[in-house]
């Protein structure tokens, strides 16, 4: 942990005094601070004053003080928890300009959850112009197209845009992420079209989240797709609406709502006596068990007006394991209302509703409901500090089960820094 933090602690001097030149100069990007919030898709900026290779160095870091407790129906033990600091965890992020119109992002996780010691979570190269080719290349194109390649986060809903990504909690306006986290990084590439507002993107990945050549044949080529709607209808007004695709016919293990390594931010609610922080780090999701086939869809409706914003999910998954002969569905339903005020809207109060329900693999009828409140204070555009009361229930799991007629609830706080 200490050799982690000596490298954040130096690329964060380097990147205080590098970042503020790089925001103006950085095209196609999104800002790593509150400028940031409420941005999906990078945005498409011209990119003509390329005069060499140029490198943003960026990070994020984020504690949380944990007060929440739980129970179930008392057949199966729980561990005992009590009040104190999670571990903090860490980012580093390097984004470069390689010539014009072509940009590299690299993520790592300094420290996370699941893996107190760093690891790449990814990167990808993002084209928006193809003069690397010749000079004015289908430039007419290029001004409405991006290309995206990597093992990357894949663009399956707009959730992924406001979820924590290990430290990069400041997009959050809460400390969770959703039940069903739909999160993942596979190698594969997307190609976006975004013209007066209209979105379209399709994709295709390797299906895989660990990188191997063996045991080929196990695992086919996912798609992914996103259509959608945005406008900046007036200076008060914006209304965004897209509805998105993720599928793969056969799969050795599907990740996408098992693809976050950093872990969630409920430490042990709802775990063995045994538990540890790193083995259990998915405590209080629920992934719905479609290992080998999987198909899920997504409609995400955002509006702000002035300082109000809503944003929705309809999500729909479908799937099975190899053991399993009949397919099984999940539904996952969310509303969150933020009330952003202040000269900046550096204040904010919100409130959010999570439902989860479907069949599980025993064949019992289950439901996850969630209500999550908060508030936050934006220190500085690069510093967020937020509070969160959250309250989770399970319904329906059979007798027996560590989550029978369980729930956890109680208070969270939360220091963010990104820059």
């Not at 999906?40 to 990070?59: H, L």
């Not at 406008?231 to 709502?257: H, I, N």
């Amino acid at each position: 942990m200490k050799f982690q933090y000596l490298v954040f602690l130096a690329f964060l001097v380097m990147g205080i005094s590098t970042s503020a030149q790089n925001d103006r100069d950085f095209k196609n990007f999104r800002l790593p601070d509150q400028r940031g919030i409420n941005d999906f898709e990078a945005p498409k900026d011209t990119t003509d004053n390329f005069d060499g290779v140029d490198v943003r160095i960026g990070g994020a870091s984020t504690i949380q003080f944990q007060a929440v407790d739980h129970e179930n129906s008392g057949d199966v033990e729980l561990i005992e928890i009590g009040d104190n600091f999670n571990l903090a965890t860490a980012n580093l992020d390097l984004d470069v300009h390689l010539y014009d119109g072509v940009k590299m992002h690299l993520r790592t996780y300094l420290s996370s959850r699941h893996h107190p010691e760093p690891y790449v979570k990814g990167g990808y190269f993002q084209i928006d112009k193809l003069d690397f080719i010749r000079q004015g290349f289908m430039s007419d194109l290029m001004e409405k197209v991006t290309i995206k390649i990597g093992h990357m986060e894949n663009n399956y809903g707009d959730a992924h845009f406001r979820r924590t990504d290990n430290a990069r909690a400041i997009y959050n306006p809460f400390v969770g992420n959703l039940i069903m986290d739909a999160f993942t990084t596979e190698v594969g590439g997307e190609v976006y079209y975004r013209s007066n507002g209209f979105i379209g993107m399709v994709g295709l990945t390797n299906g895989k989240l660990n990188q191997s050549v063996t045991n080929p044949g196990t695992t086919k080529a996912s798609f992914v797709g996103k259509v959608g709607y945005d406008k900046q209808v007036d200076e008060d007004f914006r209304f965004r609406l897209t509805g998105s695709v993720y599928t793969t016919g056969e799969s050795a293990r599907t990740y996408l709502y098992a693809g976050d390594r950093a872990g969630s931010r409920y430490y042990y609610v709802m775990e063995a006596p045994d538990a540890s922080a790193s083995g259990n780090f998915r405590s209080g999701r629920w992934n719905p068990g479609f290992n080998n086939e999987l198909t899920a869809f997504m409609v995400n409706p955002f509006v702000k007006l002035g300082g109000l914003e809503f944003f929705g999910v309809i999500e729909s998954a479908s799937g099975k394991s190899n053991g399993e002969t009949d397919t099984r569905n999940f539904t996952q339903l969310s509303g969150e209302l933020i009330y952003r005020f202040g000269n900046e809207e550096n204040f904010y109060l919100g409130g959010r509703y999570n439902t989860v329900g479907g069949e599980i693999a025993t064949g019992e009828d289950v439901d996850i409901n969630r209500v999550q409140l908060s508030g936050g204070w934006f220190m500085t555009k690069n510093i967020l500090a937020k509070i969160e009361y959250v309250s989770q229930k399970y319904d329906g799991f059979p007798t027996g089960d560590i989550l029978d007629e369980g729930k956890f609830n109680g208070l969270l706080l939360e220091a963010a820094i990104s820059f």
